[in-house]
């Protein structure tokens, strides 16, 4: 479910199944409170995509608590830094003008504008909207677990709107895939209860 709206352009790519192969393994390092796998899934996965570099903030959020916190914020950061300074040199490596970061902000609110007229119920918008709302009955937010990747996703919006195309829907994949764990938290805390 978390792939099939990302097809909705004709470029799609393998770098777009290995980014969400790389979260969904990342998040399972989280789950499993493995900080040296997370750290090293998410440098090996930084050389197909910088997006690895999530797994950070996913570590945080979903980890910390009042005791620790401050040490979880801290391993989130280090995971972070280690996937995307293995991004940078590798697109240093490779092109060295290519190390500006394209801010698409202003496109995405082109494209945002542009969906709305003329309306067709097969543009992107239509298509991110349904693919949301496929997520949101299955969500249980009375679960704490559920809560916290739903505030990741949340979070997760800021990179994507700023550093992605919003009308190619795979830049949502780390978004889909986040949603579907707090669907799968939901039913596991239910089932548990």
């Known amino acids: 479910m978390a792939t099939i709206a990302g097809f909705n352009h004709p470029w799609e790519g393998p770098s777009d199944a290995l980014d969400l192969a790389g979260f969904a393994l990342g998040m399972g390092a989280i789950l499993r409170q493995r900080f040296v796998l997370c750290l090293v899934l998410s440098v090996?996965?930084?050389?197909?995509?910088?997006?690895?570099?999530?797994?950070?903030?996913?570590?945080?959020?979903?980890?910390?608590?009042?005791?620790d916190g401050v040490r979880r914020a801290l391993e989130g950061l280090v995971i972070f830094a280690g996937s995307y300074a293995t991004a940078l040199a590798i697109r240093w490596m490779q092109a060295p003008q290519a190390l500006k970061q394209f801010n698409t902000r202003s496109v995405n609110v082109r494209s945002f504008l542009e969906a709305f007229a003329p309306f067709n119920p097969l543009s992107w918008l239509v298509v991110l909207a349904a693919s949301f709302l496929l997520f949101l009955p299955l969500l249980n937010l009375a679960r704490?677990?559920?809560?916290?990747?739903?505030?990741?996703?949340?979070?997760?919006?800021?990179?994507?709107?700023?550093?992605?195309?919003?009308?190619?829907?795979?830049?949502?994949?780390?978004?889909?895939?986040?949603?579907?764990?707090?669907?799968?938290?939901?039913?596991?805390?239910?089932?548990?209860?």
């Open 144 to 193: 704490s677990r559920a809560c916290r990747f739903v505030a990741l996703g949340m979070l997760l919006l800021l990179p994507t709107v700023s550093f992605g195309l919003v009308n190619e829907l795979r830049v949502f994949l780390e978004i889909f895939a986040v949603l579907a764990f707090a669907i799968a938290a939901g039913l596991e805390e239910s089932a548990s209860t």
């Open 44 to 67: 090996v996965f930084a050389m197909n995509r910088d997006s690895a570099a999530l797994l950070g903030a996913a570590w945080s959020i979903l980890l910390a608590t009042k005791q």
